[in-house]
DNA sequence: TATGAATGAGGTTTCATTCAT
DNA sequence: TATGAATGAAACCTCATTCAT
């Protein structure tokens, strides 16, 4: 629990005016077993496991991307590892723990990515188009996480996990929206909404054209970006 | 599968230039388990019967979208409706197949509703954004609709009935675009990736705000159009 | 019950010796539901209903013959007919009880034959022979019923109707081969066992080349015989 | 798989111009779950599980032989060893790949005692008696596994695995026939019909006096390979 | 740390049989 | 006579989790 209050702590970093979405939202997603609770008691991983740890990540990761969360059992991603069951318990509490962890993690890797791509730029819909586009290659770069995010949004048992995500990426918009329309550059129209717009045109345009027709992110990323300026109310240069 | 392929029937209806997706897909989608073939080589169903066959698919409708297809058991869905487990199978050939009706029953009504709205506009852009607009108020009046299409849309199993729903109402828009861009009322690009855009804009917004947040569907439907007005680059009266 | 009493009734005709294998074993074969009650209390059928009881039958023998008894279901059955599920339990007290009523009524008409190719004939070892080849003519012409034959022997349920019949038809060859003996035609050796081998060896041999290989039974029949002669011990002409 | 075809690798020592059955056949016997692969791919069992898995085996044959496979369910299995009903499918991928596996396994160990009765004789004849007598003695030590035999050859499923060991047995004979009809000292007739003969014989004689009226196995043994060798056409010493 | 073994509830599906109409 | 509907026990199988070693 502990660690996966660690796992996405980088989120708030740097946020002023973030949503109070408070930790209750977390703690409901993580059940309290003796396994947790002795994780949380500080244990410390030797080199060997810390990468043996990693390595069930990653093949979890895949795993689940692949086939789903529910159609992959932890025998499934044990035996890629080629370790046994019991390892798998020793690492992480249960199945949707480890689920959670990679789900946040991903978020926040997601976030660094954005705030990288934006962080020499002034102008606040530059700002807004550049996060666009680390978003879309974020997400050409990471296939498997992408699809964990579309999965976890549709489960009620991660829902949660995802909103915070999702409203920790949506309010670094809104300041971004706010401090357009302060400075007249665009209508002035709620910025939340229109932070969502933009989230789902980057969401389902990624899905389409980078991961099921596998085309070039770049063209990808321009095509969202100019959507969604114009549809925050940039005057077109036509 | 007979019973399946008219259930998508109207997905079709006076579609030109439609994109074949032929039926292959949906043949993959359907096993042909002796129970379907049964099914579907003309088996009458009393009135009774299809009262049953009726409380099923809206219990389990609602079961689907609220806890989940994978945490709703078949045992859940019966129960619900006071039957034994041995009447789920007198009327669907498994709990897979039942997804896969209620969700093409589902695009089929949505469909039918946009075209309807849309059926007595001439002008291209009104036509996008009415259509925009009958898509948000139907995803508010079908909560349980809406999840599992998002669901759906996430599963490995069900991605290609997804595809084919998502398909038909894309390619009515991309000939609404084209009218607009040969029109001059647009400036000249792809239409299918705008397409998808604006199914993205109205898919994450209607989510946000009315399921979630629970606001008037009016407001969202306003603001959706709006944005994928701006999107597809309607220079703005303001 | 009385029905299946009937059904086997013809094995005994002519049989001087048979062993006495009562019908206490039959009784067993059939359990005494309300309806055997109602059965045996001599409904007569419409000619309608000889009709459809018949199409029941034969139907219902290909499928145990193709798919096996424990593989064919009742739903099976009457769905190839055609007509719904209480007809079956309105001529048949059960699926088992239809078997075994299929299975007697096989072994009548496969000794039937038997008898009809030996009438003519005087010669101990003649009627063995033409006993054994009518048996290979008869397998070949009703494959279904031979392979009803086969499963049958080796259920714990059918076992019981299956010694019934086979005894028949081992007396009869026994009785054949008491005469031989008699008049010092073959050497006196356990004449009941030789009548098994020589079951073996037509049902072996038949199964797989007339069965399997799908040879023409004339050769079968002929090598069936010479052997059998061989084995019982004949002096072969060289 | 690979487990199941070294359970019968031994059917093939030393067998020279035998039929090419080919693995096709035992492939589509053997269905390729995630399970097998993981069964395959060099699963070690400790001490503890080898004797598990043997409980099982040694049960689940005298159950199966007893009610039958069909009425012998996978809880009857585990119920009498006294084990959860997991640990079935922890040693065995399914029930029916399982009795296959027995099933093999009593083919190979019946060729083998074939084999060591007749390793030190050299004429054919007196191999082929050797060869009927110790089947004779196998099946009369062996009820279960006998029966096992016998219900297998009349199951759609089961029927491939049970003509490649069949047909091993028949490829034996037909071996020493020739030899026989080459030294002059039989017919020349069709060794392959010759064997099924045989086949035939020997089971279903042992079968009625050793299994049924559990006489002795000697006096069985006699009688049939007497039969068989006159069969075969061996001039009686009268 | 790590493993193989074990658990047992729960999942989907089948099916012989009965019943109301 | 006949049907569609219903039953409910029982079948096979899966899997997250725990435990002894």
């Keep these: 629990m502990v660690a996966s209050r660690r796992a996405i702590a980088g989120l708030g970093d740097g946020l002023i005016g973030a949503p109070a979405f408070g930790w ?21 991983l030797t080199p060997r ?59 926040t890797d997601m976030r660094r990515r954005q705030q990288r791509e934006i962080a020499d730029l002034d102008d606040p819909l530059d700002r807004i188009a550049a996060g666009v586009r680390a978003s879309v290659y974020w997400s050409a770069e990471h296939r498997d996480l992408f699809h964990l995010f579309e999965f976890a949004a549709t489960d009620e048992t991660f829902a949660d996990a995802v909103r915070i995500g999702r409203n920790t990426i949506i309010s670094d918009v809104v300041r971004h929206l706010n401090a357009a329309i302060a400075g007249g550059r665009i209508p002035d129209r709620d910025p939340e909404k229109l932070a969502h717009a933009i989230l789902g045109v980057s969401t389902l345009v990624t899905l389409e054209y980078v991961h099921h027709q596998g085309g070039p992110p ?21």
Tied chains: 1, 2, 3, 4.
């Design 49 to 107: 496991g810390e990468e043996r740890r990693a390595q069930l990540i990653a093949h979890a990761t895949r795993l689940f991307a692949t086939k789903g969360y529910h159609s992959c059992s932890v025998a499934d991603i044990v035996e890629g590892v080629g370790v046994g069951k019991g390892v798998f318990y020793w690492y992480f509490p249960s199945k949707e723990e480890l689920f959670v962890e990679i789900l946040m993690a991903a978020q």
């Design 24 to 44: 209750q939202l977390l703690d409901r997603l993580v059940k309290k077993s003796a396994t947790v609770r002795a994780m949380s008691t500080g244990r410390r």
């Design 218 to 238: 770049e063209d990808v990323a321009d095509m969202v970006a100019d959507f969604c300026l114009g549809g925050i109310g940039v005057s077109q240069p036509s």
